[in-house]
């Protein structure tokens, strides 16, 4: 088993002016899935990827850890572009912070292993 979830599909559908972003994990031969619904503008796109990441990371650890989406944000360093991700743990305040290159400019890939980055010692305590 992996340390930490794979990341089997990112499906993002458009409905006029709503977006629809579904992320499927896959943990232990189990998939789990989250999903964001929101504003379909290119600025609320990744937040909605890290919304349903965090949705779907719920479910892989059975609710026994809540996570909200403090901030998400793509950023040039130097030649590449960088994912970054501030996650807040409920439980305890405690912020988490990640980061992902984005690669074959994909972003929304880049967001989910940022989110992933960041909570992944957190989620060896409760996996």
């Given at each position: 088993m992996t340390e930490r979830p794979a990341i089997i599909r990112i499906s993002e559908t458009e409905d006029g002016d709503d977006a629809r972003v579904m992320i499927t994990l896959e943990?232990?031969?189990v998939t789990f899935h989250g999903e964001a619904i929101?504003?379909?503008s290119p600025?609320?796109?990744?937040?909605?990827?890290?919304?349903?990441?965090?949705?779907a990371v719920e479910k892989?650890?059975?609710?026994?850890?809540?996570?909200?989406?403090?901030?998400?944000?793509?950023?040039?360093?130097?030649?590449v572009q960088v994912?970054?991700?501030q996650v807040n743990l409920t439980e305890t305040g405690?912020?988490?912070?990640?980061?992902?290159?984005?690669?074959d400019h994909d972003a929304?890939?880049?967001t989910v292993k940022a989110i992933l980055d960041a909570i992944n010692r957190r989620l060896s305590t409760v996996l």
């Amino acid at each position: 088993m992996t340390e930490r979830p794979a990341i089997i599909r990112i499906s993002e559908t458009e409905d006029g002016d709503d977006a629809r972003v579904m992320i499927t994990l896959e943990w232990g031969d189990v998939t789990f899935h989250g999903e964001a619904i929101g504003s379909s503008s290119p600025e609320h796109r990744a937040r909605l990827v890290g919304e349903a990441t965090l949705n779907a990371v719920e479910k892989v650890t059975e609710g026994r850890i809540h996570l909200d989406l403090e901030a998400v944000a793509t950023q040039d360093l130097g030649v590449v572009q960088v994912a970054l991700v501030q996650v807040n743990l409920t439980e305890t305040g405690e912020s988490l912070v990640g980061s992902a290159l984005v690669g074959d400019h994909d972003a929304s890939a880049a967001t989910v292993k940022a989110i992933l980055d960041a909570i992944n010692r957190r989620l060896s305590t409760v996996l």
